[in-house]
């Protein structure tokens, strides 16, 4: 019988993961979740043949350089890759793998969340009702912003930026994108393209971020582009936190510029900027967009189909 491959799992999976590596890897897990240094993630991969890592290792050229030759193709277990080198990776011949398309209805899902929750006031709803605050109903009590027939800016029309366009179609907004290159019409679905962000912005009652942290991105939404919105605006982000400039954020937030904002994602998780606790026009999740039963075991199979084909020598199926 063939030898099994040797897969270090750097983090905790789900059951139904967790039961498909052991049957077929030869796997090291790590079932106390804690997340590895450097040093003990190189020491840990000591004779691996791959790894399956999450966006928490980060995979540097110097992690890279001080990896066993033996580790050979790293799957990760999310979408964004930019806790990869991957040109240092390319130069070292490790393969990567990621995980696009599986999640796209979940992260749509807690964008809705968060763009309904932030609209409607559901952080102030549920704190007056746990709180035993809540004394009668009131024809002006807790007044929000109402979705439908809203427009919708999508920073980013890929996947997920396309399922929330679906989703909030749904609700009867109108959609409206920004990405560097236009789409393809059947890939619209109708979507008015803007060939800047700033004309985007201008038309955004509500703005959705849907792209990818890059050197172009980060800190891409600030005072300028949020000032370009109409007043009483939304901003909702569930992408990485580090594309918004939380003091410019938190600035239009106080001046009332914004209505409000629905954040799952933030820069330096879970270490998010502390004034973001204590406002009220703010609904928080903790990077929950793609934490559904369904989606982390499809996740966690996208990066084992992607390992299998690898040790079968065939070409991966969501290579980077
Ligand atoms: C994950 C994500 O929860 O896929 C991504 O890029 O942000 C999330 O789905 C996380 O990164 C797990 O590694």
């Not at 099994?4 to 993961?17: E, G, Q, S």
């Not at 050229?61 to 990776?89: F, K, Q, W």
């Not at 939404?221 to 939380?246: C, E, S, W, Y």
Request: net charge negative.
């Amino acid at each position: 019988m063939q030898k099994k491959p040797r897969l270090l799992v750097t983090r905790h999976m789900p059951d139904n993961v967790t039961t498909r590596i052991r049957r077929d890897y030869d796997a090291t897990l790590n079932p106390t979740d804690r997340i590895m240094s450097p040093e003990e993630l190189v020491s840990a991969a000591e004779g691996m043949d791959a790894m399956m890592i999450c966006g928490s290792e980060k995979i540097t050229p110097a992690l890279l350089e001080a990896l066993p030759d033996s580790v050979r193709m790293i799957a990760t277990y999310s979408v964004g890759h930019e806790h990869i080198d991957l040109a240092a990776a390319r130069a070292h011949g490790v393969t990567i793998t990621n995980t696009p398309k599986v999640l796209d209805a979940a992260v749509a899902e807690v964008a809705m969340l968060c763009l309904l929750g932030a609209a409607r006031r559901g952080h102030e709803g549920q704190t007056l009702v746990r709180q035993g605050k809540w004394a009668s109903w009131n024809s002006t009590m807790l007044l929000g912003k109402q979705v439908s027939g809203a427009r919708i800016g999508i920073l980013g029309l890929g996947g997920i930026g396309q399922a929330v366009a679906a989703a909030a179609r749904g609700f009867g907004m109108q959609v409206h994108y920004h990405n560097r290159n236009r789409l393809p019409q059947e890939e619209e679905s109708g979507a008015r393209y803007h060939a800047t962000a700033a004309e985007l912005f201008a038309v955004s009652d509500f703005l959705s971020i849907s792209c990818p942290s890059t050197d172009e991105t980060r800190g891409m939404v600030n005072a300028d582009l949020i000032a370009q919105m109409p007043d009483g605006a939304v901003i909702v982000n569930t992408a990485r936190g580090d594309i918004i400039n939380d003091g410019d954020l938190i600035a239009a937030l106080e001046s009332g510029k914004l209505f409000a904002a629905g954040l799952d994602v933030f820069a330096n998780e879970p270490n998010l900027d502390p004034r973001y606790r204590t406002m009220e026009n703010v609904f928080l999740m903790p990077h929950l967009g793609s934490a559904s039963v369904e989606t982390r075991d499809a996740m966690g199979f996208c990066c084992l189909d992607n390992l299998d084909a690898f040790f079968q020598g065939k070409p991966c199926l969501t290579p980077l």
